[in-house]
């Protein structure tokens, strides 16, 4: 299994951005298929953007159109920009790997995990 760092985190009052960055090896995004989750106290991890191998991506419908999956092979990082960032927003968000080709955001379906960065929105 690839080791994967999240990095990014941070304060941010309502409506500001945050964009967090997920490090792997060098090769893993070709490997694997790669995602956000996010888990708020008391909730279920959700997952919130995904990347396939053949670079399609998925999104869930509470962060689609303010948030961006993509990875950047340079630098071997999966990154996720965040805008127009909400109080509903807050908790600590994972990046997460899996193999096969199929994009899915059900964490069940991921086998391994980063250990998150906290991401905190004010109001």
């Known amino acids: 299994q690839v080791r994967l760092v999240e990095s990014g985190g941070g304060s941010v009052q309502s409506g500001g951005s945050l964009k967090l960055t997920c490090t792997s090896t060098?090769?893993?995004?070709?490997?694997?298929?790669m995602a956000w989750f996010r888990q708020a106290p008391g909730k279920e991890r959700e997952g919130i953007a995904a990347?396939?191998?053949?670079?399609?991506?998925l999104y869930a419908n509470s962060v689609k159109g303010r948030f961006t999956i993509s990875r950047d092979n340079a630098k071997n990082t999966l990154n996720l920009q965040m805008n127009s960032l909400k109080p509903e927003d807050t908790g600590m968000y994972y990046c997460?790997?899996?193999?096969?080709?199929?994009?899915?955001?059900?964490?069940?379906?991921?086998?391994?995990w980063g250990r998150g960065t906290q991401v905190t929105v004010s109001s």
């Open positions: 060098a090769d893993a995004y070709s490997r694997y298929s």
């Open positions: 997460a790997s899996r193999g096969g080709p199929l994009n899915t955001l059900e964490a069940r379906l991921y086998n391994n």
């Open positions: 990347l396939a191998r053949d670079g399609s991506t």
